[in-house]
C-alpha cells in the first residue's frame, strides 16, 4: 500500500488543522493505522493509531484530548484532526500502516509509511 500524507501548514497557537492520509494500491480496511511525528531534534513518536473499524483508538498523552484519529474507509483516507495546537506540536507528521489487528505504539510494528507533511505552530 501506498500513503500519502497533507494538509500541514503554518497556524498560529490555539488554531486548527486536519491532516489526511490517502491510501492506494490496497484497500484500507486491512490495515491497523497510527501518526507519528518528528519534532526538530527529537526522535520520531507515537502520537495516535485507530483501528481496522475504527471501533478502538489511542492517543499519545501529550495530544489526548486535542487531537483526534479517523477514518473513512469507502474512501481509503485516515485523518488527524489536530486542535487547540501549541507551539510543541511542531514537527513532520507521518502516517503509517501495519497490517496486524493489535493497535500498537511501536514504529517497528507499522511496515509502510507516508512521506509527511510540515506542521508549524507559532506562539
Known amino acids: 500500500v501506498q500513503l500519502q500524507a497533507s494538509g500541514g501548514g503554518l497556524v498560529q497557537a490555539g488554531g486548527s488543522l486536519r491532516l489526511s492520509c490517502a491510501a492506494s494500491?490496497?484497500?484500507?480496511?486491512?490495515?491497523?493505522m497510527g501518526w507519528f511525528r518528528r519534532a526538530p531534534g527529537k526522535e520520531r513518536e507515537f502520537v495516535a493509531a485507530i483501528a481496522r473499524s475504527s471501533s478502538t483508538t489511542y492517543y499519545a498523552d501529550s495530544v489526548k484530548g486535542r487531537f483526534t484519529i479517523s477514518r473513512d474507509n469507502a474512501k481509503n483516507t485516515v485523518f488527524l484532526q489536530m486542535d487547540n495546537l501549541k507551539p510543541e506540536d511542531t514537527a513532520v507528521y507521518y502516517c503509517?500502516?501495519?497490517?496486524?489487528?493489535?493497535?500498537?505504539?511501536?514504529?517497528?510494528?507499522?511496515?509502510?509509511w507516508g512521506q509527511g507533511t510540515q506542521v508549524t505552530v507559532s506562539s
Open positions: 494500491g490496497r484497500t484500507l480496511i486491512s490495515y491497523t
Open positions: 503509517a500502516a501495519r497490517v496486524a489487528g493489535v493497535i500498537t505504539t511501536s514504529q517497528t510494528g507499522y511496515y509502510y
